[in-house]
DNA sequence: GACAAATGATACTAATATGGTATCTTTATA
DNA sequence: TATAAAGATACCATATTAGTATCATTTGTC
């Protein structure tokens, strides 16, 4: 049982790469000498950081990648959620079921706090927070 | 992006169902016509619970299963364990690349916060407090 | 003892998600 | 104008999830 996939695992060390480098753009050329990722699948993550809006891309020769927003705005949870969908911990299949009264159905309410909890936490941590302390 | 996957969801709802039951056993039959889950793949269910020693089953005619140990016991965190395996957020494949500390890495450090929290969470809730208030 | 109704064991299948590849197009710059 | 970059898109392999199907075994009842 994982939380995190391995698109969201690359991008988020891509982004961290690329907050702590000095240059102004990065290649995935670059990104793929260091970070030792499969180019092709690295790139296509690349693209879609783009089009979120989280990367800013150059095209043609001397081209590549920065953030497109500060690293102290780019959450975990915002990964997640490009990469792996909304966080949605069961969608409550026991309607009509096991609850008696539909209104209230314990289960999901106590899914729905731990839910809560843990996006709070993912909301808490930054890229800028991953890179600042050597991690 | 799913913490809780179909099965141990059907697990959940047929322990509630059983630990809320006034007769002594209950059968794969009743719990289909209850539940409206797939009699097949339910059956598969009820057998791990089985063998894992959830629930106790009975042979032959008039069988079924029952509890084996207290519904106050069985806890979500079991169940989960029990169908989707261990609960490990990430395995942590930032070694020796983002991380320039190889012991100190910080992603890890906050996602495995995270992740004992979940586990608490998970931890408190039992099959026993699902059903006490009609849930 | 035969039958029916239950679980046990086990093998198979279908659908979906995950983790990639491969190829061609477009763009910028030296 | 060649080259090195990203953009777009289609494809593929594997693993996981969800579910089926079948036969064997057990046990209560007539």
Redesign the pocket.
């Known amino acids: 049982?994982k939380l995190i996939?391995?698109?969201t695992d690359y991008a988020i060390r891509a982004l961290c790469f690329i907050a702590q480098s000095k240059n102004d753009k990065v290649?995935?050329?670059e990104l793929v000498k260091t970070l030792r990722v499969?180019?092709?699948?690295l790139?296509?993550i690349?693209?879609i950081l783009?089009?979120k809006g989280v990367l800013k891309?150059?095209?043609?020769?001397?081209?590549?990648?920065n953030l497109a927003i500060p690293a102290t705005r780019i959450f975990l949870l915002d990964l997640m959620k490009i990469f792996?969908g909304p966080l949605e911990l069961n969608q409550c299949t026991f309607k009509r079921v096991v609850c008696r009264d539909v209104k209230f159905c314990l289960v999901k309410k106590k899914i729905d706090n731990i839910q809560r909890l843990v996006m709070q936490e993912l909301h808490n941590i930054s890229i800028a927070a991953l890179v600042e302390k050597g991690g």
Do not use: E, I, V
Not at 38 to 41: D, G, I, L, R, T
Not at 57 to 65: A, P, R, T
């Open positions: 049982m996939t391995r698109d290649s995935a050329r499969p180019k092709a699948f790139r296509k690349l693209q783009n089009k891309s150059y095209k043609g020769q001397g081209g590549g990648f792996q």
